[in-house]
């Protein structure tokens, strides 16, 4: 399996753009999460779907964030408009659901607002 | 709110050395994922430990799980330069179905020669 994948890996943008992040889990996996790390605030879970639905977004930190999942292969981070303070690495990572809840991580976009 | 905390926050140790890492957290929980990250790479699962009492081994790390004391270590043995990196530990929310992972703050560890 390739793993989770995650497009683009590297994201230079201007204050005021629309950024969306993709990502696609691994097949037959059906728990994705959305994680953003920083180095003042460390690694914090923004939003996670369970079956392609959203069961907690109360980690996305404000409106100008949304993500979604329409179908059980691809989901996507959106961020309109962008501001400086968004800029940090964020990971898609999936689970298959089994006892271990494991999760395993995409190789993360790094996301710079100037 | 579950807090994690880890310490020490940064290690730095002699190859060959033996050390442990620490992992704290705030409220009951059966499962404790320890992560590893290199710089600039993404999270790289090593341990899951999902009962009181597990004890997991692989190579020169060692994970064990205390649900009682709240408390898992990661303990690095005769450690070498490759084992370098920052190592989370991570504890879910919810002891039923789905996962939601709080993080520490991350142990980073350097092995020097």
Redesign the interface.
Known sequence: DAGVIQSPRHEVTEMGQEVTLRCKPISGHNSLFWYRQTMMRGLELLIYFNNNVPIDDSGMPEDRFSAKMPNASFSTLKIQPSEPRDSAVYFCASSPGDKTYEQYFGPGTRLTVT | ELKVEQNPLFLSMQEGKNYTIYCNYSTTSD?L?W?RQDPG?????LF?L?SNGAVKQEGRLMASLDTKARLSTLHITAAVHDLSATY?C?V?RKKTS?????????TQLTVNP
């Open positions: 499962r994922y992560y790479k993404s999270l790289e699962s899951v999902l989370f991570a879910d789905g996962s939601r992972l709080t993080f520490g703050e991350g």
